[in-house]
Nanobody
Framework: QVQLVESGGGLVQPGGSLRLSCAASGSISSIGTMGWDRQAPGKQREFIATIATGGRTNYADSVKGRFTISRDNAKNTVYLQMNSLKPEDTAVYYC?????????????WGQGTQVTVSS
């Protein structure tokens, strides 16, 4: 069984920063692409960023230049450094990863962590 557990969410003022972490655990043979999505109240879930095994990254236009995704393969962990936060960044943030337990890869998601940007 595989689990993804996020941490690091909270309340921050506009212009502030937060760093989210997501650790994968369980029966893991290898991890492929890892990423983050978010879902704001009343809105559909949206793509934020991905990072491939080799480090190649991809970002949504709405967060480019403000958010940075990174990973520590030794710790099976993906991070999201969020700077210059805006009220519209308020959402539940979910990490995701393609994980193999020995054969093919399957997608997994974390339970989500709340980020609230407000003064």
């Amino acid at each position: 069984q595989v689990q993804l557990v996020e941490s690091g969410g909270g309340l921050v003022q506009p212009g502030g920063s937060l760093r989210l972490s997501c650790a994968a655990s369980g029966s893991i043979s290898s991890i492929g692409t890892m990423g983050w999505d978010r879902q704001a109240p009343g809105k559909q879930r949206e793509f934020i960023a991905t990072i491939a095994t080799g480090g190649r990254t991809n970002y949504a236009d709405s967060v480019k230049g403000r958010f940075t995704i990174s990973r520590d393969n030794a710790k099976n962990t993906v991070y999201l450094q969020m700077n210059s936060l805006k009220p519209e960044d308020t959402a539940v943030y979910y990490c995701n990863a393609d994980i193999s337990s020995g054969r093919s890869y399957a997608p997994y998601w974390g339970q989500g962590t709340q980020v609230t940007v407000s003064s």
